[in-house]
């Protein structure tokens, strides 16, 4: 059974808190925790305007968000660990092997799908990757959830 779950991206000011809130949000009411860091996270700063625009178009209060720097820790105590593209699994690991088994695109179930950084891209790119978080958030939640 998954209790913690951690979304993983490069800077955590957009994809990885978005799908926090989402995958969080879809998981209600269960007790399942979800967090969000970065591989070279731009620590401290809040979610990206652009990304908080997009939320609340969507309907959604944007959460209080901090950004914050993946850690061993956070890796040893998420039970799954989900990142938006490939060569993010190689930062988990690299920072620690022993999470192979337990990271996994979170667009796993979208054919492996990677959800590219909409950072410094325009509002449409933000559009893009909430389409695609949402997507991918909706088909963990149903797995999750069972």
Not at 17 to 31: E, K, V
Not at 59 to 75: F, I
Not at 81 to 107: C, S, T, W, Y
């Amino acid at each position: 059974m998954f209790k913690k779950i951690l979304i993983v991206c490069i800077g955590n000011i957009c994809r990885s808190p978005t799908a926090q809130q989402l995958l969080g949000a879809a998981l209600q009411p269960s007790d399942i925790k979800v967090s969000s860091a970065g591989l070279a996270a731009l620590r401290d700063h809040p979610l990206e305007s652009t990304a908080s625009e997009v939320l609340r178009e969507h309907g959604h209060v944007p959460q209080e968000h901090r950004a914050r720097q993946l850690s061993v820790e956070a890796v040893s105590e998420a039970d799954l660990i989900l990142v938006m593209e490939q060569h993010h699994v190689d930062g988990v690991l690299n920072l620690a092997p022993e999470a192979r088994g337990k990271v996994f695109l979170l667009g796993k179930w979208q054919q492996e799908r990677e959800i590219r950084d909409p950072y410094r891209q325009g509002k449409p790119a933000f559009v893009q990757a909430y389409a695609l978080i949402e997507q991918a958030a909706e088909a963990w939640a149903q797995r999750l959830a069972r």
